[in-house]
């Protein structure tokens, strides 16, 4: 490690760089509280740093919360205490949810650190700012390329859909919640019926009874609802359907706990985001999620991005798997059809809902389709009203 | 920090190390997470270690309640007495039956009961395996190092415990249960750190084999493999070769162990496609 000194060596307010350190952290997009500010300026009370890697260390154990936003506290930290650092490497894509596995976290070696008196303001703004333009982006620019998808999701053209079935949806995903097949849980609950004796109940009953047994307490295996996990296609050729599904998405992970991924071009898990209050509120905030809206679309990538990062964890694990999806895929259909044979050994079912499937001159030919295929348990529709019962059947089915 | 810890054998870098330091001194409970095989458990362990203090481990899992991690009334003791005062004719208060005495403390408890003179470690492991109603069990231990039980009133640690909270990602934890903790992500380490390592865990190791297997190891990750290997692979690889006798990885003594590191049959394909040799030497 190289043991670059602090800039200004001259007694510090720990307390007052901890709070201005942290409110640019807080307003580059990582929720830092400040209670977790206090713990930072804490931290440094307690082991004052004698280098800028001392530093890091200390402000990333204390402020950042969360793998996800490790990228934000790297830029920020580099801005105010790395000197200059080349903007081109905190461009573009945040790192994708699913954590990397290779190579280093840490910020640049610093050898010239490089601070005047006051903290820079950090110029990118958390979200992806997608396709920025070459050179430093103003913070104008860059708020505009992160507003920009909100707005053209706000423009998408969903006239289509009536009201009622737009209510239709959200019922929808709250009746998924009772449909979703149980699987038995690893509790046990009372019940008079149940085929095991509960010793331990038995007993605690008995001193009711002078130490004698008197009545057998039985009990059986607890059911649980089975996970549901929603994976939507939100690439251009699924436009007219992405605001809807998107409601599908939004009342699942409300009512049945499910959980919520978007993709186009790659993975962005949407379960937190829709878990807002207000419907009109998550949808937007969705939307700023998902930078790669009506892009291409990499289906085979995006489920391996999902088999890595969350799949293989215990996400899938035993879940209904629900991709809504056309099916077209600029990828590679060896990689969708190789993610499809890993997700199916994971998934309890895998769910197949395709608008296209409606029109009746329509053959699953499309190179990612055709390679899904033998991976599906259910293949529907979902276009349509009617057809999201079918929806719903076959997350049912046991 | 460091270096106490390496004189314990678990060689940490800086982030780990701070990581520790502050989880001990602030205190704070402290929430490690990474990749499946990169020293979370070990961390606590070592910190422990360190510390010469008790390491007290709960092991989460699914259906984990309050009877299994923090304290269960002992009832077949507590008959015993019903029984035994009823042959002798004497009579048993309710406050007989309920205390200490019958009381039988799971790691929760014990972690708070602990007399020093040195806080224990307290490990809870693999937290997003439990319930998320569990989480919420746990704000009071990890907040106040409290237990409150009914039927005894509140019990106060004189040495709060250091609490290091394990996580593999499994599902998000609850944000209450995260802003009352530092956090720490624990990167694979390099290949002259995982080299340290193995020579630290496999002292029968040349150094030679050490380090053929650590840059190995981070071959293997280079490649498109479902699990990627971490550091306890890579530890049970050099003791599989040094079990075989090998002193060298060559591209047989890959062949015939390469089950030790890589536990998919696509990963096996995978890298028998890219070949042994590559394995061993990288060429």
């Known amino acids: ?48 740093p004698a280098t800028v890697d001392d530093l890091y260390w200390l402000g990333r154990v204390t402020l950042v919360d969360d793998h996800s936003t490790i990228a934000v506290f790297d830029r920020v930290f580099s801005q105010v205490f790395g000197g200059l650092v080349d903007p081109a490497d905190f461009r573009g894509d945040v790192p994708p949810p699913p954590p990397p596995s290779k190579g280093s976290t840490r910020p640049p070696k610093q050898a010239a650190p490089g601070t005047e008196g006051s903290l820079p303001e ?139 991924f978007v993709f186009a071009t790659r993975l962005t898990r949407l379960t937190r985001t829709l878990r807002a209050a207000n419907p009109d509120a998550a949808l937007e905030k969705a939307g700023r999620a998902a930078p790669d809206w009506s892009g291409g ?54 769910v197949w809902v395709n608008p296209r499937k ?16 033998p991976y599906v348990d259910a293949f529907v529709s979902g276009h349509n009203r009617t057809a999201l019962d079918e929806v719903l059947a076959a997350v049912a089915s046991p | 920090m460091r270096s106490a810890l390496e004189s314990v054998g678990y060689l940490a870098d800086e982030g780990i190390a701070t990581a520790l330091f502050c989880a001990a001194r602030l205190p704070q409970p402290l929430l490690l997470e990474g990749e499946a095989g990169v020293g979370k458990t070990e961390a606590a362990k070592a910190l422990a270690d360190v510390l010469e203090t008790p390491l007290i481990r709960l092991q989460c899992y699914e259906g984990i309640d309050a009877a299994e991690a923090l304290y269960e009334w002992n009832f077949p003791r507590q008959l015993l007495a019903i029984k035994v005062s009823e042959a002798g004719g004497r009579t048993l208060s309710e406050d007989d039956l309920f205390g200490p005495e019958y009381l039988i403390a799971r790691p929760l408890l014990r972690a708070v009961e602990h007399r020093g003179p040195r806080p224990a470690v307290l490990l809870i492991d693999e937290i997003d395996r439990a319930d998320d109603e569990f989480e919420a069990f746990l704000f009071e231990l990890l907040g106040e190092a409290t237990v409150t039980i009914p039927e005894l009133g509140t019990v106060r640690s004189s040495h709060p415990p250091i609490a290091v909270l394990t996580s593999n990602r499994t599902r998000d934890l609850h944000d209450a249960l995260k802003r009352r903790c530092l956090y720490h992500w624990i990167d694979y380490p390099d290949v002259q750190r995982t080299t340290a390592i193995i020579r630290a865990r496999v002292p029968a190791a040349s150094q030679t084999l050490a380090a053929q297997v650590a840059a190995a190891v981070q071959r293997l990750r280079s490649l498109d493999v479902q699990k990627l290997p971490g550091v306890a692979e890579a530890i049970n690889w050099v003791l599989a070769l040094d079990l075989l006798g090998l002193r060298e990885l060559d591209e047989r003594a890959v062949e015939a162990t390469i089950g030790s590191v890589l536990k998919y049959r696509e990963d096996l394909e995978l890298v028998i496609g890219r070949g042994a040799a590559w394995v061993a030497t990288g060429s």
């Not at chain 1, 396709?131 to 909100?150: F, N």
């Not at chain 1, 009372?190 to 047994?213: H, I, K, M, N």
């Open chain 1, 1 to 48: 490690m190289i043991a670059a000194p602090i800039p200004r060596p001259a007694e510090p307010d720990l307390a007052d760089i901890a709070a201005r350190f942290s409110a640019l952290v807080r307003a580059a997009g990582a929720a830092v509280t400040p209670e977790r500010a206090g713990r930072f300026a804490s931290a440094m009370a307690l082991a004052p």
């Open chain 1, 297 to 350: 679309t990499r289906i085979g990538d995006s489920l391996k991005a999902f088999n890595d990062g969350y799949g293989r964890r215990g996400l899938a694990r035993g879940a209904v798997m629900v991709v809504l999806s056309d099916g077209w895929d600029t990828g590679d259909p060896g990689v969708l059809a190789r993610e499809m044979q890993r997700l199916s050994r994971l998934a309890f079912r895998i």
């Open chain 1, 358 to 373: 409606a029109s009746a001159d329509y053959e699953p030919l499309t190179g990612g389709m055709a390679a899904a295929l």
């Open chain 1, 122 to 260: 950090p110029t990118a703004s958390t979200s992806a700012t997608g396709d920025s333009s070459e050179g430093e982006p103003s913070a104008h620019e860059s708020l505009t390329a992160v507003l920009s998808p909100e707005e053209r999701l706000r423009h998408q053209d969903f006239a289509k859909l009536t009201a009622d079935e737009l209510a239709d949806l959200r019922r929808l995903g709250d009746r998924m919640a009772l449909a979703a097949p149980p699987r038995p849980g690893r509790r046990r609950t009372r019940d008079p019926s149940g085929r095991e004796l509960d010793v331990r109940a038995t007993l605690r009953r008995s001193r009711r009874t002078g130490g004698e047994p008197m009545v057998a307490v039985r009990r059986r295996r607890r059911r649980r609802p089975r996970r549901v996990v929603l994976i939507c296609d939100i690439s251009g050729s699924m436009e007219p359907y992405a605001r809807a599904y998107l409601q599908l998405l939004m009342s699942g992970v409300g009512a049945a706990r499910a959980e919520a």
